[in-house]
């Protein structure tokens, strides 16, 4: 049984920074041989892509949405067997709920639809 575990919510302050982590388990490979997608979704509104980071071997390539360009970082840590999205300068819209994917596509702006594994996600509230 695959598992796909976000960690690092909570609330934050305007302007304040948050790392989440994504890791799993259940995975034979190594989650460097996946493309992985980070995605948020706010109260009321749909789930959209946040950014996503490519395979090592395809070259690991990023992708942010418009909205996060600048303040949000993807990143992994192959030896931990975990991805990171470090989110700074955070504004009252970053809140909502953000949740991993495995195994997708990162060509672009992640879009849900193009993800198989995904985790529970983990709430992150924006709020002074």
């Known amino acids: 049984q695959f598992h796909v575990v976000e960690s690092g919510g909570g609330l934050v302050q305007p302007g304040g920074s948050v790392r989440l982590s994504c890791a799993a388990s259940?995975?034979?490979?190594?989650?460097?041989?996946?493309?992985i997608g980070w995605f948020r979704q706010a109260p009321g509104k749909e789930r959209e892509g946040v950014s996503c980071?490519?395979?090592?071997?395809?070259?690991?390539?990023?992708y942010y949405a418009d909205s996060v360009k600048g303040r949000f970082t993807v990143s992994r840590n192959i030896t931990k067997n975990m991805v990171y999205l470090e989110m700074n300068n955070l504004k009252p819209e970053d809140t909502g709920i953000y949740h991993c994917?495995?195994?997708?596509?990162?060509?672009?702006?992640?879009?849900?639809?193009?993800?198989?594994?995904w985790g529970q996600g983990t709430q992150v509230t924006v709020s002074s």
């Open positions: 994917a495995i195994n997708g596509l990162c060509t672009h702006v992640p879009r849900v639809r193009e993800y198989m594994y």
């Open positions: 259940g995975f034979v490979q190594p989650l460097d041989v996946y493309h």
């Open positions: 980071i490519g395979s090592t071997g395809s070259g690991g390539a990023t």
